[in-house]
């Protein structure tokens, strides 16, 4: 016997047949098929039994007891004609008699599809009875468990909990099942027709008054579930086909031992990239062991660092051991296997920079942020590092690698070819960052000035680090840089850190920032002069060279640089002037007499420096001075004007001095009265103030 799909007239279960005894001996006409519809709770009344119930009766016994019918003793043919009637009401009594006598001595015990009050089948053969009945969830279940089929099982199970132990409708009393129909054949004519519909046909009590009952199935469910579970991972495993397993591990898996098993065995298997996508990323209870977790990360170390830092992502620290880790990872760089030269995947140096950021979290996860934070000074992932030291205040922590910090958002192509201005303002924040620190005596300035200055191509950021020092610039906002007292306290003071580096800040102001190195130079005192002179002559900076021969007292040579080298009267006369030294102006004319243009500037600005005849005698007869003329009456007119404001000046002298002689005059002419005391009054005075 085989079962066939009615719709499709395909067979279902190649597998499944049902052998039925000498088969080949019978015909079709051997056969019989009986129905027994379905009995509902509304149609169930007191059976009663009678002799001329007792062919029907014996079929409702067949289905309900079969064993009375094939343990009887009497022979039970088919009904023959209408002249058998009576023999075969006694052959029925006598049956009837028989069973209730052997009924009396024991109680039998039905079959379990007996118990169901669905609709039953009977297909009778004269060796066999065969008895067919709607197969519940619980049965496909277990069909499926039977022929392997186990992911049909598992999905079964997870969306029909029931099946497990049975369905709720079934009754396991055989007391509450009446011994007889209680219906006639034209009841059950009438209600063959009622139902209209095969669902309705097929229908059972219990699914037509279906009630919630709260059963707890959990425990039991879940259990079976992980069973059936471990029995679709070894059919795929032994199968061959560990990506599938993989993909079902998170779905079947439920406890830490059967995790730790299953993934030992992707591991053993060399299958990590099945498995590691599941591994649970929350911890379970128990915990799984965390070696599970670090021989994974230790395979995609070596292997895949890609997907050691997805991982490393994705699982939290608390699954596994940090150090463990720390050192895999710290092992690998200290190898040179990876460096960051090397290129994967097409980009130099990727997986150097995926192990080092990698690092420098494991060293945050383990609470160790110094040596995070040079990590990312190294990967020059300048937003990490500052965050971290404004978050940890670790500015010191980075006193040993201060090119490391000031290099952070500086690209080695950048400090090839990028300009000055760009230089400054990729490593502002970090100069910034230091003056500020410098001002709180964290990281002092010969620390920072002695590691630039030994370090190749450092010149530029020493001296944007020496100017920002110089001028006070403790923040790397612009509008902070405006005159205010805390500004002027933070630049006095941080020009007072630049005096201990005087030396070092001349040639980088003479290099880089010329306005800057004037200012230096007349505002410092800490500065060598020879040094200073010697920086000057070498870059021919005139200027600042006439200001420090000035300083020198070497007035002469400074004033001859000026007119030899600058070729400047407006100049000179201003250093004359501001030197009001008579034997400088006598080397200042004699050098003019030559020079008709220079005698022409003395004229237009000299003033009252010198005597005005002193200048006119000395020019020489006969030299021809362009625009003489014009100076000869500037020079007039000026002394005209500086009379002319001395006479003013004169006269209101002479005014204050009168006022001042009349009201002398009145005071004195004025009488003061004033009592004489006795001599007596003079002694009490005395000892009163005493």
């Not at 039977?146 to 007391?175: C, F, Q, T």
């Not at 290129?343 to 150097?352: K, N, P, T, Y």
Request: net charge negative; hydrophobic share 40%.
């Amino acid at each position: 016997m085989r079962i066939i799909d009615i719709n499709t007239k395909e067979e279902l279960c190649v597998a499944d047949t049902l052998n039925v005894s000498r088969f080949e001996s019978l015909s079709a006409t051997d056969y019989h098929l009986g129905i027994l519809p379905v009995v509902h709770s509304s149609m169930k009344t007191t059976a009663q039994r009678g002799t001329l119930e007792a062919i029907g009766g014996g079929i409702w016994d067949a289905t309900m007891y079969p064993t009375r019918l094939f343990s009887s003793a009497v022979s039970v043919g088919s009904a023959g004609s209408s002249n058998d009637h009576g023999s075969s009401k006694k052959a029925a009594s006598g049956i009837a008699s028989t069973v209730d006598l052997q009924a009396s001595k024991a109680v039998q015990v039905p079959h379990p599809s007996l118990l169901s009050l669905g609709m039953k089948i009977f297909i009778q053969s004269p060796y066999d009875c065969v008895l067919a009945t709607k197969p519940t969830i619980s049965d496909h279940f277990s069909w499926l468990d039977n022929h392997g089929m186990y992911e049909d099982a598992w999905n079964l199970l997870d969306k029909h909990p029931e099946a497990v132990g049975g369905l709720p409708d079934r009754e396991s009393s055989i007391d509450s099942i009446p011994s007889t129909p209680t219906t006639s054949r034209g009841n059950r004519l009438d209600l063959t027709k009622a139902q209209s519909t095969l669902m309705d046909f097929f229908a059972d009590d219990a699914s037509q008054n279906a009630t919630s009952v709260a059963q707890n199935f959990n425990s039991q469910v879940e259990k079976e579930k992980r069973r059936i579970g471990e029995l679709w991972l070894q059919h795929l495993v032994a199968a061959g086909n560990w990506t599938k397993a993989g993909q079902i591990c998170g779905k079947v898996l439920g406890t830490s031992s059967s995790w730790e098993h299953w993934i030992w065995e992707f591991v053993h298997a060399g299958k990590f990239e099945e498995i590691a996508p599941v591994i649970p990323t929350t911890q379970l209870q128990p915990p799984l062991p965390s070696l599970v977790y670090e021989v994974v990360l230790g395979h995609y170390i070596s292997r895949d660092r890609v997907r050691f830092k997805e991982l490393l992502q994705r699982w939290p620290p608390e699954l596994y051991d940090i150090n463990s880790i720390i050192q895999a990872v710290e092992g690998k760089l200290k190898d040179k296997d990876v460096r960051e030269d090397t290129v994967e995947g097409g980009q130099v140096g990727r997986d150097w920079k995926i192990l080092m950021d990698s690092l420098a979290k494991l060293y945050l996860a383990d609470g160790r942020p110094r040596e995070a934070l040079h990590c990312y000074i190294r990967l020059q992932d300048a937003d990490a590092a500052m965050n971290l030291i404004s978050e940890k205040h670790l500015v010191d922590a980075v006193s040993d690698d201060i090119p490391g910090l000031i290099l952070l958002r500086v690209s080695k192509e950048q400090q090839k070819t990028a300009p000055l201005s760009q230089l400054e303002e990729a490593s502002s924040e970090a100069i910034h960052l230091l003056v500020k620190e410098a001002h709180h005596g964290i990281v002092r300035p010969e620390t920072v000035i002695a590691q630039l200055e030994k370090r190749a191509g450092m010149l530029p950021y020493l001296f944007f680090y020496i100017r920002a020092l110089w001028n006070g610039d403790t923040t790397h906002d612009n509008d902070a840089r405006s005159s205010t007292p805390l500004n002027d306290l933070a630049a006095s003071k941080g020009r007072s850190l630049v005096s201990s580096f005087a030396d070092t800040a001349l040639p980088l102001f003479a290099e880089y920032d010329r306005p800057l190195l004037m200012t230096f130079l007349k505002t410092s005192q800490s500065y060598t002069l020879e040094t200073a002179s010697t920086i000057c002559e070498q870059r021919r900076y005139i200027p600042e060279l006439v200001y420090l021969l000035s300083k020198e007292g070497r007035t002469k040579r400074a004033l001859f640089l000026i007119i030899d080298e600058l070729q400047d009267v407006s100049q000179a006369i201003a250093f004359a002037k501001e030197q009001d030294d008579p034997d400088l102006w006598d080397d200042l004319l004699d050098y003019s007499m030559s020079k008709p243009r220079f005698i022409r500037g003395l004229l237009e600005e000299v003033g009252t420096a010198i005597n005005p005849i002193t200048l006119v005698r000395r020019i020489p007869e006969g030299l021809e001075i362009e625009g003489l003329r014009e100076g000869l009456s500037r020079m007039i007119k000026e002394y005209e004007i500086q009379d002319s404001i001395s006479e003013g000046v004169a006269r209101v002298l002479r005014g204050e001095v009168a006022i001042g002689m009349s009201t002398l005059r009145t005071g004195q002419k004025r009488g003061i009265k004033f009592e004489v005391a006795s001599r007596v009054e003079k002694v009490n005075g005395e000892a009163h103030g005493v």
